[in-house]
């Protein structure tokens, strides 16, 4: 159980252009769903929190125009990268978490973006 | 938040047990200590999870002594496959009521 995925697991995409990231909780609900981003050898770094039919609360630094967050279900949500450049290039992580309890995240696989 | 501590890294031997300890000195009453595993280019895998004394699963033992400022994670027997980084996450356990934030993790190394 708590199986979390994500679509795609890696992309290659012209400077310029929007990539759409997808996070699934496969067998659980997720009231609650975290983006990171984690660049070589560092620790993963919040991105932004986001809750089910709300918008998402982005961290400090991090711009809500350029990585749209849209959480439409109990069970997705997606990151968009929009007007991506070379400098988003790097490894973006999703977690969720069940609705319920005191329960702890699931991470999906991880998506590598490559911004040429 | 609390602020996580942890070693930067660590070696051990195939079939010895490993114990890393994290630090989290401004801990909330409400908040939870977790372990995740991770690979290079893997997301982190959920390990253990407990809010005080001890929890023990398939793959480890969580210690947190009583004033809740630290945890220790323990691997019994570990194999090169564990080599890893280990982070400890110490955030509130109910699911609306904030974030966790990532410390810097422990590399640990496992030699034949």
């Known amino acids: 159980g708590a199986v979390v995925s994500q679509h795609p697991s890696w992309v290659i995409c012209k400077s310029g252009t929007s990539v759409k990231i997808e996070c699934r909780s496969l067998d659980f609900q997720a009231t609650t769903m975290f983006w990171y981003r984690q660049f070589p050898k560092q620790s993963l770094m919040l991105m932004a929190t986001s809750n089910e039919g709300s918008k998402a609360t982005y961290e400090q630094g991090v711009e809500k125009d350029k990585f749209l967050i849209n959480h439409a279900s109990l069970t997705l949500s997606t990151l968009t990268v929009t007007s991506a450049h070379p400098e988003d290039s790097s490894f973006y992580i999703c977690?969720?978490?069940?609705?319920?309890?005191?329960?702890?995240?699931?991470f999906g696989p991880g998506t590598r973006l490559t911004v040429l | 938040l609390a602020k996580t501590t942890q070693p930067i890294s660590m070696d051990s031997y195939e079939g010895q047990e490993v114990n890393i300890t994290c630090s989290h000195n401004?801990?909330?009453?409400?908040?939870?200590i977790t372990w995740y595993q991770q690979f290079p280019s893997q997301g982190p895998r959920f390990i253990i999870q407990?809010?005080?004394t001890k929890v023990t699963n398939e793959v480890a033992s969580l210690f947190i002594p009583a004033d809740r400022k630290s945890s220790t994670l323990s691997l019994p027997r570990v194999s090169l496959s564990d080599t890893a980084v280990y982070y400890c996450?110490?955030?509130?356990?109910?699911?609306?009521?904030?974030?966790?934030?990532f410390g810097d993790g422990t590399t640990l190394t496992v030699k034949p």
């Open positions: 996450l110490v955030g509130p356990g109910n699911t609306n009521a904030g974030k966790s934030t």
């Open positions: 977690s969720a978490r069940e609705t319920s309890g005191a329960e702890p995240q699931y």
């Open positions: 407990g809010y005080k």
């Open positions: 401004n801990i909330a009453t409400n908040d939870y």
